[in-house]
Nanobody, 124 residues
């Protein structure tokens, strides 16, 4: 079993930055893929980014590429989503997720574990 706890959300003006954290506990993560998804009001949850725990390969949605950076700290079992140049359309609840299979990183249904979500609000 894996538990995920997000933190770091908040309110910021357009152009600003935030860093989200996701602390994981439970089973070891040698073969995990960690992902970030987000859900804006009235919209479906969408893929933001993913990282393969071993090796550190990263994947991003086109909408955040070049602005968001996904990183990990093995010792702390924590992943981070650095969000720069934020836009009002980035406003959403952001969810951390984890799975075992290193495939289909953008597909929500492939993730086994989810955090409770953290709100990010970007004002214009």
């Amino acid at each position: 079993q894996v538990q995920l706890v997000e933190s770091g959300g908040g309110s910021v003006q357009a152009g600003g930055s935030l860093r989200l954290s996701c602390a994981a506990s439970g089973r070891t993560f040698g073969s995990y893929v960690m992902g970030w998804f987000r859900q804006a009001p009235g919209k479906e949850r969408e893929f933001v980014a993913a990282i393969v725990w071993s090796g550190g390969s990263t994947y991003y949605a086109d909408s955040v590429k070049g602005r968001f950076t996904f990183s990990r700290d093995n010792a702390k079992k924590t992943v981070y989503l650095q969000m720069n140049s934020l836009k009002p359309e980035d406003t959403a609840v952001y969810y951390c997720a984890a799975k075992y299979v290193d495939l289909m990183h953008s597909r929500e249904s492939t993730y086994n574990y989810w955090g409770q979500g953290t709100q990010v609000t970007v004002s214009s």
